[in-house]
T-cell receptor, first 116, second 110 residues
Framework: EPEVTQTPSHQVTQMGQEVILRCVPI?????FYWYRQILGQKVEFLVS????????KSEIFDDQFSVERPDGSNFTLKIRSTKLEDSAMYFC??????????????FGQGTRLTVV | SQQGEEDPQALSIQEGENATMNCSYK?????LQWYRQNSGRGLVHLIL?????REKHSGRLRVTLDTSKKSSSLLITASRAADTASYFC??????????FGAGTILRVKS
């Protein structure tokens, strides 16, 4: 069964360092998302991406964050200068082409980012 | 308060019993989805119910949606220890982002 894959599963980084989180969405999906979940808290939307551009972003997604689809398969989230409060589980999700708007999102297993 | 609030926050039941979790939301929606998350793992999609549907079944899962009350419920029948997880509702408007609730932690004791 097709799945969304994320790498690495766990990343530890020094405060101020840049990190790139990688995702391979399901191959025929066209909508891509990043969410994050701080430990013990709810899942928060960061950004959605369609047709090679950001379609929506939250107020969390500030200038320190960027997304890219560098080739036909990968979807990356970059944090330029990490802060302690960026420590969280980051989830990538993808969704099949829009039908009536009612298609489920498939999530990866997440990357646990720890900023020290 | 936030879109998609679940209650109870935590639920502990015996194996074989039914578990009911509720979700309330505030804005218009196109659909509402329920996800399961095992500890420290990814989110697994369980079921999607459209705004024009009132009830949907999938195996041991039954979801209801009341758009007039802006609420949904997830019923898991004949629960098993393997159902132990966190359950989240998430609302979507016209295929855009999902807005998640805080979740219900379900513990099924064997």
């Amino acid at each position: 069964e097709p799945e969304v894959t994320q790498t690495p599963s766990h990343q530890v980084t020094q405060m101020g360092q840049e990190v790139i989180l990688r995702c391979v969405p399901i191959s025929n999906h066209l909508y891509f998302y990043w969410y994050r979940q701080i430990l013990g808290q709810k899942v928060e939307f960061l950004v959605s991406f369609y047709n090679n551009e950001i379609s929506e972003k939250s107020e969390i997604f500030d200038d320190q964050f960027s997304v890219e689809r560098p080739d036909g398969s990968n979807f990356t989230l970059k944090i330029r200068s990490t802060k302690l409060e960026d420590s969280a589980m980051y989830f990538c999700a993808s969704r099949a082409p829009y039908r009536d708007g009612n298609t489920e999102a498939f999530f990866g297993q997440g990357t646990r980012l720890t900023v020290v | 308060s936030q879109q998609g609030e679940e209650d109870p926050q935590a639920l502990s039941i015996q194996e074989g019993e039914n578990a009911t979790m509720n979700c309330s939301y505030k804005t218009s929606i196109n659909n509402l989805q329920w996800y399961r998350q095992n500890s420290g793992r990814g989110l697994v999609h369980l079921i999607l119910i459209r705004s024009n549907e009132r009830e949907k079944h999938s195996g041991r899962l039954r979801v209801t949606l009341d758009t007039s009350k802006k609420s949904s419920s997830l019923l898991i029948t004949a629960s098993r220890a393997a159902d132990t997880a966190s359950y989240f509702c998430a609302t979507a408007l016209y295929g855009n982002k999902l807005v998640f609730g805080a979740g219900t932690i379900l513990r099924v004791k064997s």
